[in-house]
């Protein structure tokens, strides 16, 4: 069942909603054609819709993507973020804690809501808080 004849017919008929250029882009997308994904997540995502934003972004951070920027996803991550994307919000924090911004990483991940966040808020703190052992006894 192809529904992309549908979503471009609508297209064609003017409606011009971001929830239906976030719909094209996640059929371009299941379909492997990546660059049609892109032009219409880009579209989406211009007109606010978060979950086009996230899907941007995370084109942006996958290196085997054709789009590779993490200046990009950095960007679109936050903008999806502050509408309260969690995917975006657990990004980010898992992108500062790799790059040992804890303090940062903790910020984005006190704002998460589902049950694993306290797992990955207790990793979060516990290696802050073996590197402030550490650096207290410098």
Not at 36 to 59: H, K, P, S, T, V
Not at 97 to 103: E, F, G, K, M, R
Request: proline share 2%; charged share 20%; glycine share 4%.
């Amino acid at each position: 069942n192809n529904p992309l004849p549908i979503l471009l017919e609508m297209l064609d008929n003017g409606c011009k909603d971001a929830s239906l250029y976030w719909k094209l882009g996640e059929v371009y997308r299941k379909k492997s054609q990546i660059k049609e994904a892109y032009y219409y997540y880009l579209i989406a995502a211009n007109m606010g819709n978060m979950l086009a934003q996230f899907e941007l972004a995370e084109l942006y951070a996958n290196i085997d993507s054709g789009f590779y920027n993490m200046e990009e996803a950095m960007i679109w991550h936050q903008k999806s973020a502050r509408q309260g994307c969690q995917e975006s919000l657990f990004w980010l924090g898992k992108y500062h804690c790799d790059q040992d911004n804890l303090s940062e990483a903790i910020q984005y991940l006190e704002i998460m809501t589902f049950p694993m966040v306290r797992i990955v808020r207790n990793i979060v703190l516990f290696k802050f808080l073996s590197c402030w052992n550490i650096f207290i006894r410098k």
